[in-house]
């Protein structure tokens, strides 16, 4: 028999049943344009959402901070979308002509009981430029439909006379006659005029309409829902502007797009085959370093610096900096971990340029950098002795080399050997390492703010990380005083430290690193075991990087380092291979521990065949890599 509980479920339950008969459940809309990736999969995990019948007179959605998209568009009333959509504009105004009346004048309320001059200045000036869409002339209603219903059309370019070398994606490239680089050609979507005019005023009206600042919000898919949300917001309020509703999604993620996106360069911020974009200032093409192809020009271009500003503009914003003729350079990371530098006029005298060195998501490994004949899996094996240290004495390591030549890459590479039971420091300009070990901790430096005050060097944060317990501190690139502070450590007892030097030889790494702005004392530059040179050499199969040498310092004699040769790149077999001089290193480990020649050969080997395994088995990503070489560990206690 039903116990009194079991009965009060039933009734429970059968109220519920009588509630949810009053919503109505809906198909969600399935947006195939949906500019970020986090909209769609909200879109696509929610198939099914109730909505209220009342259907409706605004909505309003207050956006509070903690809110992930997922609940806001929950809350926000959503339209069928899952039927078939009128293509006649005049129909959806029939639509909404039948609903309670709203208007852009319903926006003017203020959203905070104590708004500032500006605020209320922002709101009339947003109101104005709403106000200025209804009858403009230069809008015609049948631009207004995407022509595929979802997404702004992408132009391809014809080049008369190119041949197409290669085609993956949208991407094609192509070999020119007139020039000597490959052209590198995408699909760019373009608005339309009519749809240009409504997106760019959606735009000023939303930044201007957003009470709190949002580049506050730190988080850039809390930021976007902000955004996607005031925009939903404004065209529902604002009827005059006679958007058919079912474009809604549309117009509100165009416009998040062109407020929190890269815009015309999106297209190659998403090819994970470009390892550099270069814009080098207005009415000059976009060039990529393509990862197979090289140097490249693109069918992309900005015809002014406003567009390029633009960019800069919103990056600087995102990390709280300004960017101007007093403040022309910057240095920061896009929310994906790529690195940028941007230069404005006039620094760059010819216009506003952006770097930007792509993150790789799937970083390199040593299986990678064997693969790619940077080293050979002998010196491969070496390595990972000398940063693990044969149990005894973890190495102190520089890479050098100059620009793009892959020292942060090796850098991240031999990082992978620290033992997990290390404690890792990591002190960087721009944090680029990626390395896939728990117990670390990562530092970032900041260059002054406005009022020339809030530096954080990276002598400041390398000096901090001394009072940390540091087992290893890297230092993603040693330029400055940060390099005295480092070698005091090495030479204090502190092993296993590492970082790069912008240098190309053993003996120009000793100069830099001796000279202004470093002045590292010369004696204390016995503190470094290995120096190693990698190279961004030309060859006739393209550019490949290779490591060149490995040196010790041999000593200081009248505060002269001497250096020793270990391992020298030979041109003709295009190999790294040992010298005839002894390594010190491997007498200092001898001496550290019951080791001989024999035990340390037998070592380096062991684990030359490890990795040999991993080649094999195309074991290659770089947890799955990391997992085996933390296996030696495991074992060997
Ligand atoms: N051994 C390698 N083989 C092929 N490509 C590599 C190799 N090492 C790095 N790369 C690629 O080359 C580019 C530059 O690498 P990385 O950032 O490591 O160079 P870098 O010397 O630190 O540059 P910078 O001087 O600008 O700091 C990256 O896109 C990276 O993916
Ligand atoms: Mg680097």
Same mark, same amino acid.
């Given at each position: ?20 008969? $009053?919503?109505?459940?809906? %198909? ?33 959605? !207050?956006?509070?901070?903690?809110? #992930? ?10 339209? *069928? ?21 709203? !208007? ?47 997404? +702004? ?23 020119? *006659? ?40 730190? *988080? ?5 829902? +902000? ?30 797009? %062109? ?5 015309? +360069? ?17 009415? $000059? ?50 929310? *994906? ?21 792509? /993150? ?51 850098? #991240? ?29 990562? /530092? ?6 406005? %009022? ?149 050969? $037998? ?23 990391? $997992? ?10």
């Amino acid at each position: 028999m039903a116990s009194y509980l079991d009965e009060l479920i039933v009734k429970y339950s059968d109220d519920k049943k009588k509630v949810s008969s $009053k919503e109505k459940l809906i %198909e969600k809309p399935v947006l195939n344009n949906s500019p970020t990736s986090e909209i769609k999969k909200v879109f696509t995990e929610k198939k099914k959402i109730p909505v209220q019948d009342n259907n409706h007179k605004k909505n309003t959605i !207050s956006t509070p901070s903690s809110q #992930n998209l997922d609940d806001l568009l929950l809350k926000h009333k959503i339209v *069928d979308f899952s039927s078939p959509q009128p293509k006649n504009v005049f129909k959806e105004k029939e639509i909404i002509s039948s609903q309670p009346k709203t !208007s852009i004048e319903d926006l003017n309320k203020p959203t905070d009981a104590f708004e500032s001059n500006t605020q209320v200045k922002n709101r009339e000036d947003a109101l104005s430029k709403l106000k200025s869409l209804e009858n403009n002339k230069d809008i015609n209603p049948d631009e207004l439909q995407p022509k595929n219903d979802t997404i +702004i059309e992408a132009q391809e370019e014809t080049i008369e006379g190119a041949t197409v070398i290669a085609k993956y994606n949208k991407v094609k490239i192509y070999r020119l *006659d007139s020039q000597s680089l490959l052209h590198y050609s995408v699909p760019v979507p373009k608005p339309n005029p009519s749809q240009k005019i409504i997106i760019n005023t959606l735009k000023e009206a939303t930044t201007r309409l957003v009470s709190s600042d949002p580049y506050k919000i730190k *988080d850039h898919l809390q930021r976007k829902n +902000i955004y996607y949300q005031k925009v939903l917001d404004i065209l529902e309020t604002a009827q005059e502007i006679n958007i058919p509703k079912h474009l809604y999604p549309f117009y509100a993620d165009a416009v998040v797009k %062109e407020m929190t996106g890269y815009g015309i +360069i999106e297209p190659l911020l998403d090819d994970d085959k470009l390892e550099e974009i270069m814009i080098v200032g207005p009415k $000059k093409p976009v060039y990529v370093y393509h990862i197979d192809y090289g140097m490249m020009t693109t069918n992309i271009m900005f015809y002014s610096d406003d567009g390029i500003n633009d960019i800069i503009d919103k990056i600087a914003r995102s990390i709280g900096r300004n960017v101007d003729i007093a403040n022309p350079l910057l240095d920061a990371r896009l929310p *994906d971990g790529s690195r940028v530098n941007a230069t404005v006029p006039p620094a760059s005298i010819d216009g506003s340029t952006i770097t930007i060195r792509k /993150f790789r998501e799937d970083p390199y490994t040593i299986i990678d950098l064997i693969n790619f004949k940077t080293l050979n899996l002998e010196v491969a094996s070496f390595l990972w002795c000398v940063v693990e240290g044969f149990g005894a004495k973890p190495s102190n390591i520089l890479i050098s080399g100059g620009t793009g030549s892959g020292k942060t890459t090796t850098l #991240n590479v031999l990082a992978n050997f620290i033992p997990e039971s290390d404690r890792i420091l990591t002190i960087e300009d721009t944090a680029e390492l990626n390395l896939p070990i728990k117990h670390v901790i990562r /530092f970032e430096g900041r260059p002054p703010g406005l %009022e020339g005050k809030g530096e954080l060097s990276l002598e400041i944060l390398t000096k901090n990380t001394l009072r940390m317990r540091p087992d290893r501190i890297i230092v993603g690139e040693i330029r400055h005083k940060e390099a005295t502070t480092l070698f005091t450590a090495m030479n204090t007892g502190h092993d296993g430290c590492m970082g790069t030097v912008h240098a190309n030889s053993a003996k120009e790494t000793i100069v830099r690193l001796t000279s202004p702005p470093m002045n590292v004392p010369p004696l204390m530059l016995a503190g470094i075991d290995f120096i190693i040179i990698q190279k961004r050499l030309r060859t006739a199969k393209g550019q490949v990087r290779r490591i060149t040498a490995i040196a010790e310092i041999k000593g200081v004699l009248d505060g002269d380092p001497k250096i020793n040769m270990v391992f020298a790149w030979n041109p003709q077999t295009d190999m790294l291979e040992r010298t005839s001089n002894p390594i010190m290193y491997l007498d200092i480990i001898k001496t550290y521990t019951n080791l001989n020649d024999a035990d340390i050969k $037998k070592k380096i080997s062991d684990r030359a065949q490890i990795l040999q395994n991993l080649i094999d088995k195309k074991i290659r990503v770089i947890h799955d890599v990391s $997992k085996e070489i933390q296996k030696e560990y495991i074992i060997k206690r």
